[in-house]
């Protein structure tokens, strides 16, 4: 008999060694202490696959999937590739019944060689290249966003088919957020701005073009938001665009994307952006907005990414060396860094670490576990507790690294991007293997 089950209310009065809201839905720790993500142990993938690795709890995953799909019924869900998209996460989705948004010419190939079908493909990009654009009507995705009089016409001309395309428009909704991550402001690069009717001579300019078939619009107001509220700002200005399109060309636009950028939580308090109260907000501002409006209720899709990807992974890293500086912080330094995370130095990203090899037992210290790479900013995470006897030897878990950090990663240093390692059942797999120097020396020409 244990002391938890002597005394059941030290049970209820100590913390979760794992939030729920920010780990794996199949987290949990062994007997041994050792954190365990889909029943296997991540010093196990650590022994196996080597450190600096990414893991992705395939349960997870389809988890948040399923969910958005309860939670917006009668909206078209469509996975954002950029945050993590390999062939197996593209058949994640697509089994999941998820669409897949791509960004380039290799997620577009990704997507194909994972099973999605093109007309459930929607292919983004603020500079698309003729020979991007051409690889999407050729093999035939579902819809192409516009950004751009230029890409206007490369499409036009590629066309061999009629095209379904959006136009990508800027609601100019300001969710107040770093500037890196607020899209839906006029003043940046993506879309054509309501102001000064650049979004209405957009639409001038694919009428023009009977090959293209203008379905609808699309926005997105930015990444990390949490006030479901905003959204419904946007859906309100972007059904009275439509609306004014309509009077001025008679067309009538049955579409309306309103992409993705919910917000997910990385350490503990942050908050996250509420599906049902989402789901609400769409439906009400729907209803006011095309009441208003005298304008016929269009479909509405929705395009997730590091909401259903994100909590699904986790890095490992393992201790090299441990080092206090007088009347300084105490620095963990570990084998990965600024080329497999490059959030931190990017947009001062905050993760939350967790000892994975055994229980943290004892007083715990502050500490920044730092990168090893050679810049004075390379961090993982600063001011994170950990136990005051971490080592090196020990293997850290950082949590929410399953978004924007496989497809972000970089060879800074020469040193070869991190294996992706999926997890499920009591089974370790590898999606994508480590890279090494002989793949990086293959693509030197001298």
Not at 377 to 382: L, N, P, Q, T
Request: with cysteine; aromatic share 4%.
């Amino acid at each position: 008999m244990t002391l938890l089950e002597i005394l059941p209310s030290i049970g209820k009065a100590a913390p979760l060694r794992f939030d729920p809201a920010i780990w794996p839905v199949t987290t949990c720790s062994d007997e041994d202490g050792r954190l365990c993500v889909g029943d296997v142990p991540l010093t196990d993938i650590a022994d196996e696959f080597r450190t600096p690795t990414y893991v992705i709890d395939e349960t997870d995953f389809r988890h948040r999937a399923c969910r958005y799909r309860r939670a917006l019924p009668g909206v078209e869900i469509v996975y954002a590739g950029k945050s993590l998209l390999t062939t197996a996460v593209a058949r994640w989705a697509r089994e999941e019944g998820l669409g897949v948004d791509v960004c380039s010419a290799g997620e577009l190939a990704t997507a194909l060689a994972g099973g999605v079908e093109p007309a459930r493909i929607i292919m983004h990009g603020n500079a698309k290249s003729p020979d991007e654009l051409r690889d999407a009507v050729t093999v035939g995705v579902g819809r192409i966003v516009v950004d751009s009089a230029m890409e206007i016409a490369y499409l036009a001309g590629l066309a061999r088919r009629r095209q379904r395309v959006l136009i990508r428009v800027t609601p100019d909704v300001d969710i107040h957020g770093h500037p890196a991550v607020t899209t839906g402001i006029s003043d940046q690069k993506f879309g054509f701005t309501l102001q000064g009717d650049r979004a209405d001579v957009a639409v001038q300019r694919v009428l023009a073009h009977p090959i293209l078939d203008l379905v609808g619009l699309h926005c997105h107001i930015g990444s990390q938001v949490t006030d479901a509220a905003r959204y419904g700002e946007a859906i309100h200005r972007m059904i009275a665009a439509m609306a004014d399109m309509r009077a001025r060309h008679g067309v009538i636009l049955t579409e309306l994307n309103i992409g993705g950028g919910h917000g997910i939580p990385y350490v503990v308090g942050d908050r996250e952006l509420d599906l049902d109260k989402l789901a609400r907000v769409i439906e009400e501002s729907l209803d006011d907005a095309c009441a208003a409006a005298h304008f016929p209720r269009p479909a509405i899709v929705v395009e997730p990414g590091r909401a259903i990807s994100g909590r699904a992974g986790v890095t490992l890293y393992r201790v090299c060396a441990v080092k206090t500086q007088p009347g300084g912080r105490t620095f963990v330094a570990v084998d990965g860094g600024m080329s497999d995370n490059p959030r931190v130095s990017l947009y001062g990203a905050q993760y939350t670490v967790a000892l994975a090899n055994r229980h943290p037992l004892g007083i715990k210290q502050r500490v920044t576990v730092a990168g090893r790479h050679c810049e004075a900013g390379d961090e993982i995470a600063r001011d994170v507790e950990l136990p005051a006897d971490v080592h090196p030897g020990d293997v850290l878990a950082v949590a929410c690294t399953g978004a924007y950090h496989h497809s972000m990663a970089s060879n800074y240093n020469m040193v070869g991007r991190p294996p992706l390692v999926a997890v499920q059942d009591g089974r370790a797999r590898a999606l994508v293997r480590r890279e090494t120097i002989a793949d990086l020396l293959s693509r030197d020409c001298g």
